[in-house]
């Protein structure tokens, strides 16, 4: 059904922290990996060995550059997914009732059984987490590894989503959003995470933790210019070589 | 966005087409005999092809039927509800006229309160979006309502009430384009408030995701064509106003009144190919796109 639950006992989500994400994309690798094979039709991908590739991915890295108004530049690596909102616009605008939010957990999910492919939900979605597989003709998103979280055939410490499970810097993070003591809430507490986009609307579960403030580096080196230089020219062997070869004709360069 | 042809032919047409049944439905005209088969055959062919069409752009056509489901939340699945209502009471309206001469006039006002509640939840569809601030207003659906109502006008021959019609739909496409054109920047979304890292300095865009393009950018960052913008806002006036509208002033003609409508028509694609070309999302920020 495309009514959204009034409320969810918990809000199952991602932190993800931009001062720490290196921006190496593997969490887009397992994402891929594992979603490919498992749940619903696998991820396509066309002309993938050709000029122009093209697939479908459910976690994407962009990196952006933020200058402020004074000292350098900052790089900052961005992963994106579907931040399974709780006011979520993709699922009242399906018409079959393929996307839904799951009243128990809060995860917004799509019955690739039940959907037309009508890409509607794609446009009502201001953050680009939703994909029409372009093999399958249906639509992609993130499940937050559904099939991983609850998998009992897993070992415990793999019961988290594939791109959390492999990130190598340790800038992804899950948890129970709506559960104020949860790791995660703190975390999201201290560190002062935030809602992408958050004048749309959609109260995101999914929190962004900004990137720590830079310190500047203390001026050590300021009697090294009035150092004397080491050589000015070479001396010994090396002067005489200078001198040899200079009186060969040929320019110098 | 895409201007994808399905979506234009199908909003074009089935609006021509569900105007024409809402003044067939409250008889005017109230042909009856052949002239009404022929009338009800053009509503239809254009009301059902533009249906037709819609279905061009699904992943999966074949589960259509599903869309009925969700009419309590999904502007989508009321418009499939109306669409078939519309058609339904029509049908037989239409076969009263055509076979036995009969007009039911109750049924024709329920059918052409259906067409026009058609052409409503259509427009709401990309009324409702807030992720494209140019689309979220009231004149989408006031825009589609009149160029409806004045397209159907002049296809069944109704010139008093088209040229009003037409103005009014004229006066709001130009409203709708001056004040569209700023709708995104006052929509407080930007850069800053999509990535949140407004609050360092000045966010810009400096590598993409993927070295090749997307599902997103294929459907959402189109730019084709926007440099003629200008021109076609002109020419789709012309076309779809500035011919019909005198030509509806000079003295009834068949022929005339042909060119008129196909110059309409015509006009009116010109509009919707703008209506989404020109339509920005939001998604377009995280590419440093619009």
Same mark, same amino acid.
């Given at each position: 059904?495309?009514?959204?639950?009034?409320?969810?006992?918990?809000?199952?989500?991602?932190?993800?922290?931009?001062?720490?994400?290196?921006?190496?994309?593997?969490?887009?690798?397992?994402?891929?990996?594992?979603?490919?094979?498992?749940?619903?039709?696998?991820?396509?991908?066309?002309?993938?060995?050709?000029?122009?590739?093209?697939?479908? @991915?459910?976690?994407?890295?962009?990196?952006?550059?933020?200058?402020?108004? &004074?000292?350098?530049?900052?790089?900052? &690596?961005?992963?994106?997914?579907?931040?399974?909102?709780?006011?979520?616009?993709?699922?009242?605008?399906?018409?079959?009732?393929?996307?839904?939010?799951?009243?128990?957990?809060?995860?917004?999910?799509?019955?690739?059984?039940?959907?037309?492919?009508?890409?509607?939900?794609?446009?009502?979605?201001?953050?680009?987490?939703?994909?029409?597989?372009?093999?399958?003709?249906?639509?992609?998103?993130?499940?937050?590894?559904?099939?991983?979280?609850?998998?009992?055939?897993?070992?415990?410490?793999?019961?988290?989503?594939?791109?959390?499970?492999?990130?190598?810097?340790?800038?992804? &993070?899950?948890?129970?959003?709506?559960?104020?003591?949860?790791?995660?809430?703190?975390?999201?507490?201290?560190?002062?995470?935030?809602?992408?986009?958050?004048?749309?609307?959609?109260?995101?579960?999914?929190?962004?933790?900004?990137?720590?403030?830079?310190?500047?580096?203390?001026?050590?080196?300021?009697?090294?210019?009035?150092?004397?230089?080491?050589?000015?020219?070479?001396?010994?062997?090396?002067?005489?070589?200078?001198?040899?070869?200079?009186?060969?004709?040929?320019?110098?360069? | 966005?895409?201007?994808?042809?399905?979506?234009?032919?199908?909003?074009? @047409?089935?609006?021509?087409?569900?105007?024409?049944?809402?003044?067939?439905?409250?008889?005017?005209?109230?042909?009856?005999?052949?002239?009404?088969?022929?009338?009800?055959?053009?509503?239809?062919?254009?009301?059902?092809?533009?249906?037709?069409?819609?279905?061009?752009?699904?992943?999966?056509?074949?589960?259509?039927?599903?869309?009925?489901?969700?009419?309590?939340?999904?502007?989508?699945?009321?418009?499939?509800?109306?669409?078939?209502?519309?058609?339904?009471?029509?049908?037989?309206?239409?076969?009263?006229?055509?076979?036995?001469?009969?007009?039911?006039?109750?049924?024709?006002?329920?059918?052409?309160?259906?067409?026009?509640?058609?052409?409503?939840?259509?427009?709401?569809?990309?009324?409702?979006?807030?992720?494209?601030?140019?689309?979220?207003?009231?004149?989408?659906?006031?825009?589609?309502?009149?160029?409806?109502?004045?397209?159907?006008?002049?296809?069944?021959?109704?010139?008093?009430?088209?040229?009003?019609?037409?103005?009014?739909?004229?006066?709001?496409?130009?409203?709708?384009?001056?004040?569209?054109?700023?709708?995104?920047?006052?929509?407080?979304?930007?850069?800053?408030?999509?990535?949140?890292?407004?609050?360092?300095?000045?966010?810009?865009?400096?590598?993409?995701? &993927?070295?090749?393009?997307?599902?997103?950018?294929?459907?959402?960052?189109?730019?084709?064509?926007?440099?003629?913008?200008?021109?076609?806002?002109?020419?789709?006036?012309?076309?779809?106003?500035?011919?019909?509208?005198?030509?509806?002033?000079?003295?009834?003609?068949?022929?005339?009144?042909?060119?008129?409508?196909?110059?309409?028509?015509?006009?009116?694609?010109?509009?919707?190919?703008? @209506? @989404?070309?020109?339509?920005?999302?939001?998604?377009?920020?995280?590419?440093?796109?619009?």
């Amino acid at each position: 059904m495309t009514e959204l639950p009034f409320a969810t006992t918990r809000k199952l989500g991602l932190v993800i922290d931009l001062d720490t994400c290196v921006g190496c994309h593997a969490c887009v690798v397992s994402c891929k990996g594992w979603n490919t094979e498992n749940y619903g039709v696998p991820l396509s991908d066309q002309d993938p060995f050709g000029a122009t590739p093209s697939g479908t @991915f459910l976690n994407r890295v962009h990196s952006y550059e933020v200058q402020p108004d &004074h000292g350098a530049a900052q790089l900052i &690596h961005f992963p994106k997914s579907c931040l399974h909102c709780e006011d979520a616009p993709c699922v009242t605008v399906c018409p079959t009732g393929a996307s839904y939010k799951r009243a128990e957990d809060g995860i917004v999910l799509v019955n690739e059984e039940a959907c037309i492919g009508c890409s509607l939900c794609a446009w009502a979605c201001p953050y680009g987490a939703r994909e029409l597989d372009q093999a399958a003709g249906v639509m992609k998103k993130c499940t937050l590894c559904v099939d991983r979280i609850y998998n009992e055939n897993l070992p415990e410490e793999d019961r988290v989503p594939a791109c959390v499970r492999t990130c190598p810097s340790g800038a992804r &993070h899950f948890g129970d959003l709506g559960d104020a003591e949860s790791d995660v809430s703190v975390l999201v507490a201290k560190r002062g995470g935030f809602d992408l986009m958050p004048e749309q609307g959609t109260k995101p579960v999914n929190k962004y933790l900004p990137p720590r403030l830079k310190d500047v580096a203390p001026q050590i080196d300021i009697l090294a210019p009035f150092l004397e230089p080491v050589s000015k020219g070479p001396k010994g062997f090396l002067g005489w070589l200078d001198r040899a070869l200079s009186a060969l004709p040929g320019e110098d360069r | 966005m895409n201007p994808a042809p399905s979506v234009i032919a199908f909003t074009t @047409f089935s609006g021509l087409g569900f105007g024409l049944l809402f003044w067939l439905g409250i008889g005017m005209p109230a042909p009856t005999g052949l002239t009404a088969f022929l009338y009800f055959a053009l509503a239809y062919a254009l009301a059902a092809g533009g249906l037709m069409a819609s279905t061009f752009h699904l992943g999966r056509p074949e589960r259509a039927i599903r869309a009925f489901t969700q009419w309590r939340t999904s502007w989508l699945s009321r418009e499939a509800w109306a669409a078939v209502a519309t058609l339904i009471v029509m049908a037989v309206f239409g076969a009263a006229a055509t076979f036995w001469a009969t007009a039911l006039p109750v049924l024709g006002w329920i059918g052409a309160a259906f067409a026009m509640a058609t052409v409503v939840t259509t427009s709401m569809i990309y009324a409702q979006l807030k992720t494209v601030p140019r689309w979220r207003h009231w004149s989408t659906p006031a825009l589609f309502v009149l160029l409806s109502l004045g397209a159907g006008a002049l296809l069944a021959g109704q010139t008093m009430a088209c040229l009003p019609l037409l103005a009014a739909a004229g006066t709001v496409q130009v409203h709708a384009w001056i004040s569209g054109d700023t709708r995104f920047a006052r929509s407080g979304t930007t850069m800053s408030t999509a990535t949140g890292l407004g609050g360092i300095g000045t966010v810009r865009a400096f590598e993409p995701p &993927h070295t090749g393009t997307n599902f997103l950018l294929k459907e959402f960052v189109y730019v084709v064509g926007r440099r003629h913008a200008g021109r076609l806002r002109i020419i789709a006036l012309l076309l779809g106003f500035g011919i019909p509208i005198p030509i509806l002033v000079l003295p009834a003609s068949p022929w005339l009144l042909i060119i008129a409508a196909l110059s309409h028509a015509t006009g009116v694609l010109v509009l919707r190919w703008l @209506f @989404f070309a020109q339509a920005e999302h939001v998604v377009g920020l995280y590419y440093g796109k619009r």
